[in-house]
């Protein structure tokens, strides 16, 4: 026996110094169960408020029992206080994720009408990557003073909860709940505008909310679609929530198995690529085409404006990128081989894809495997794609303007009215977006942006092409303002590689 066993059967008040005082009273059994399986037992025991890790060694030789008794206490105690961290957010004192769900499947259970909600701030990992830890920890610390002052105390059967490091949880229970719903938006975004996170940060935050028993079976499901009603919201700038619908979860399946479908898709080689030609109103000859993927899924056509996103959204824009750039400018190449030396093909660039790391690497591996030029591929990006990491941004302009890349910017006129950026990107060309075009021989205010764009063209030095044109009085009036390009019905729809090979001889023989 050493002098801890001693100096603790002293501190529990034991007479004498028996060291058979400390053992358990059921240690009996324990040394049957070691010679049933003829190997040491480990068990945990308890003597007052102090835990014990007790080893049974029996010796046969000796005919006698090793017994070790090591003191777990603490250890035990730092146990415990994880085991109520996980249930408790030690920031701020919430209730987490686990009690959530627990809370969610008794109301199941019980077969309560309740309403589930969950609140997520905006650009979080933005806060986070423009600042310490410390001080997001801060915001998330008010925001949840803020929500349990408005939730809590003003709506009194509101339940909150803290499921993620920048995600809250409420549940309550009511029958009406689209009222509640956005009264309780209503009140937390009125404070939130007011008030400054850690000082200085404004917040803007998203909100999804489903309702039992119409929006889910199970608190699995219900957890779920308040998670794809708050995504939702988010994706939509001026949305500020959203409820769980029938519709929004069949859009949701939509979008997963499109996601699905897409990524056998691109294994299996099922896009494909169609070409709609440009034409050059000063030099009245087609000067080249903007490639337009196309995807027939179970015989029917997918529009890009709706997988595109999709891809975009899930990554997949990357490996379809690749797959479209190199498809490109192999097509590409076979056009210039029959004799188009100077034919230019545009191909769509979405901002995921520009901004991977790898980019100009792809591009310069796509013109090198194809034997492509430079000078006949054109990239053809959206204003958005100028404004994110500016200085990154400008660095791949640059570059890619060096090896001799056309770039045009895509749905000009849409995004952004400050245009004095066009003095700082190596911009070739603007593409007047269609929805000026559409109307412009109708439409007096469309007609004078058109005639705008194009003369803030000529003075930059830019190209101009007028897309989505189907009518010729707007090729006439295009003609008359100065554009020089046009792209739309008025031409040719987009054609696949053959027809498109066709129409370039024809047109050929034309001019
Ligand atoms: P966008 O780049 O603005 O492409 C022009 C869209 O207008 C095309 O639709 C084209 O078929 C259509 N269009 C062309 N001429 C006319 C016309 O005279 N009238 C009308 N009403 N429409 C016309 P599409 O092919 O459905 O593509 C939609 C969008 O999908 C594209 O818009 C582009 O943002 C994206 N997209 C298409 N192909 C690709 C691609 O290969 N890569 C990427 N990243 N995006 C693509
Ligand atoms: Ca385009
Ligand atoms: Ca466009």
Redesign the pocket.
Known sequence: MNTTATGFIKELGYPGNDPKSLLPKNLVDYQNSALADEKQQHFEFKINQHTFDCELLWHANAKQWNINMVNISSRKLEEQKRDSQAQINPDTGLDNHYVFKQVIEQMVDQRLTFTVGQIEIRSYSKLLADNDFETSRKVMKELSDLLQGTCVEKHQNVRLFQLTEKSFGLVFQKSNCHATVKQIVATINNQVKNQLFSGQHSVKLDYGFTSFPSDGKSADEIIRNTRIALENSASQEFTDYMMFSNELGKSVERQNSLQDAMRSAIVDNHFQ??F?PQYSLKEKRIIGA?????WQLNEQWI???EF?PL??HSGL?LP??DW?LTS?CQKAQHIVAMGFEDIVIA????PK?FSAPNFVKMVKRALLSSGLAAKNLEL?I?EGVLFTKEADTINTLNQLNQMGIKLAI??FGTGYSSLSYLQVFPVTKL?I??SF??NMHLNKADKSIVRSVIELGNELGVTLIA????ESEQVDLLTQMGCDEI?????S??LDESYFSHFLHSNKLLS
Request: glycine share 6%; no cysteine.
């Open positions: 690529l169609f709609q903007e490639v337009l993927i196309r529009s890009p404006s595109i891809a975009e824009i379809l990128g479209i490109v191909v769509n660039i979405s894809q053809e959206t895509d749905d593409k977006d269609q075009v559409r897309e989505g044109v189907e792209q739309g019905y008025w031409l729809k987009p």
